[in-house]
């Protein structure tokens, strides 16, 4: 993704982590306060073929809400030949961190589908050198998600500790570069879209510090206790989905203050790569996006919570 040229972050946590300390929780949303602590960012995203919607449109057209206790972010299904972007939903919090375990336990995201491309990523203030963090993204017809890291220049990675089959595409995690950030992929099909959803999802938890970011996806039915019981111990959760190490980057300088991001894009990048299987239907992917509502009626995040937990010394 790319860092939108302003920032609303209001708080700012500094969570540095010491010998005896615990993670404890500073924030959580829910369908109970999920707009309250996430913002509507309207307007067009990353060259892509999206409409942004503002939070009274994104209700007046059902495109984001509470839906069976959850929190509903979705994309219009229902217009015909759009024309300059299909309304979509991205959100936003209204504070940012730096380090700490970020959880979010979601039931369904974006299915695979021609012409989308969806995430959830943090980012910071002065992009690229506050650094990004896309923990959730896709395009197309993918059925595995893409990890990356997206930094100022000097920030090299290693996967040291990543899960079999996750593979670094490049260590240097540098934006001006011809890959534009440090990727791993995964063989995890349970992880990204349809193969998520067919299995009511799961958690994404994500242990930031200043010697690695580490992901970890847990399935449904296999989040730890911890997790559920707000007690968050990474060291007990086995490898990672992906590991990020610090090997020639001072993580410290080049990832800080990051908001969180939910939103769902379209064409794009997902346009740039357009599969063939994609262009058999049409031969643009805005052209597809444009006159294929109902290929998004799967298009939408639904979402448990997101929390917050950062280091306490008091917990021991």
């Known amino acids: 993704m790319v860092r939108l040229p302003t920032i609303v972050g209001v708080a700012t946590l500094a969570l540095s982590k010491t010998a005896a300390a615990k993670y404890t929780l500073f924030n959580s949303y829910d369908a109970t306060n999920f707009f309250d602590g996430f913002e509507f960012r309207n307007g067009t995203g990353s060259g892509g073929f999206a409409q942004y919607v503002d939070a009274a449109t994104a209700k007046a057209k059902s495109l984001a809400g509470i839906r069976d206790g959850k929190v509903y972010l979705g994309v219009d299904n229902?217009?015909?030949?759009?024309?300059?972007?299909?309304?979509?939903?991205?959100?936003?919090?209204?504070?940012?961190?730096?380090?700490?375990?970020?959880?979010?336990?979601?039931?369904?995201?974006?299915?695979?589908?021609?012409?989308?491309?969806?995430?959830?990523?943090?980012?910071?203030?002065?992009?690229?050198?506050?650094?990004?963090?896309?923990?959730?993204?896709?395009?197309?017809?993918?059925?595995?998600?893409?990890?990356?890291?997206?930094?100022?220049?000097?920030?090299?990675?290693?996967?040291?500790?990543?899960?079999?089959?996750?593979?670094?595409?490049?260590?240097?995690?540098?934006?001006?570069?011809?890959?534009?950030?440090?990727?791993?992929?995964?063989?995890n099909t349970?992880?990204?879209?349809?193969?998520?959803?067919?299995?009511?999802?799961?958690?994404?938890?994500?242990?930031?510090?200043?010697?690695?970011?580490?992901?970890?996806?847990?399935?449904?039915?296999?989040?730890?206790?911890?997790i559920t019981a707000d007690a968050p111990t990474p060291s007990t959760?086995?490898?990672?989905?992906?590991?990020?190490?610090?090997?020639?980057?001072?993580?410290?300088?080049?990832?800080?203050?990051?908001?969180?991001?939910?939103?769902?894009?379209?064409c794009g990048w997902a346009g740039s790569a357009w599969p063939s299987q994609c262009s058999a239907k049409a031969a643009t992917c805005k052209e597809y996006v444009a006159q294929n509502p109902s290929a998004f009626s799967e298009s939408y995040w639904l979402i448990n919570y997101v929390k917050i937990y950062g280091w306490s010394n008091a917990a021991k």
Request: glycine residues 12%.
């Open 78 to 187: 229902t217009t015909e030949n759009t024309t300059g972007g299909r309304q979509s939903v991205r959100v936003i919090t209204k504070n940012v961190w730096t380090n700490g375990v970020y959880i979010a336990d979601i039931a369904h995201m974006p299915g695979s589908a021609c012409g989308i491309w969806p995430a959830y990523w943090t980012s910071g203030p002065d992009w690229p050198n506050s650094g990004e963090i896309d923990i959730i993204e896709g395009i197309n017809m993918q059925k595995t998600p893409i990890i990356t890291l997206h930094s100022g220049a000097n920030c090299t990675v290693t996967n040291t500790g990543s899960a079999a089959g996750s593979v670094l595409v490049d260590p240097d995690c540098d934006s001006s570069t011809s890959s534009g950030g440090c990727s791993q992929t995964s063989t």
């Open 190 to 226: 349970k992880a990204y879209g349809d193969g998520f959803n067919a299995i009511n999802g799961g958690v994404y938890a994500t242990q930031w510090t200043n010697s690695a970011i580490s992901i970890w996806f847990f399935p449904r039915g296999s989040i730890p206790a911890d």
């Open 237 to 266: 959760w086995g490898t990672p989905l992906t590991r990020f190490v610090a090997s020639g980057c001072d993580f410290a300088s080049h990832f800080k203050s990051n908001d969180i991001i939910f939103n769902t894009n379209l």
